[in-house]
């Protein structure tokens, strides 16, 4: 048996929640195919347009992250996953960028959460 147990290999996942935003990152003018393989509608103007991404944990925080964004910025929601703490936005590039630091602004002063700076490429 010692045999058989040393060429199985085990892994153990975990995940930690954290008060924390991980990812705050902002595509701007994507390939239209970026659009296509999320899922996004490739309606958009793709020359004023951009992609904002954000994780965040504990993941449920991701439905406030949505809301901030809605209300803060002319920016669309494209995706958000409360298992994951995945927020997919797009807009313009001001429109996400705007949406972002309300999200970040609120995070780190109001519910104390670690923050990371926002990103763009």
């Known amino acids: 048996m010692d045999f058989e147990m040393k060429d199985?290999?085990?892994?153990?996942?975990?995940l930690v929640p954290g008060?924390?935003?991980?990812?705050?990152?902002?595509?701007a003018n994507p390939d239209p195919k970026l659009y296509q393989k999320l899922g996004l509608d490739p309606k958009l103007d793709y020359?004023?347009?951009?992609?904002?991404?954000?994780?965040?944990?504990?993941a449920e925080t991701a439905v406030i992250t949505a809301d901030i964004?809605?209300?803060t910025s002319g920016a669309d929601l494209g995706f958000v996953d409360r298992f994951?703490?995945?927020?997919?936005?797009?807009?313009k590039v001001a429109e996400v960028e705007s949406a972002f630091n309300a999200i970040a602004e609120y995070f780190k002063n109001t519910l104390k959460f670690t923050v990371c700076e926002v990103t763009r490429t």
Do not use: D, N
Request: hydrophobic share 50%; net charge positive.
């Open 8 to 14: 199985k290999m085990r892994i153990v996942q975990e």
């Open 19 to 27: 008060r924390q935003i991980t990812l705050l990152h902002i595509i």
């Open 47 to 58: 020359s004023h347009a951009a992609i904002g991404i954000l994780t965040v944990s504990p």
């Open 69 to 71: 964004a809605m209300k």
């Open 84 to 91: 994951s703490g995945t927020l997919i936005i797009t807009g």
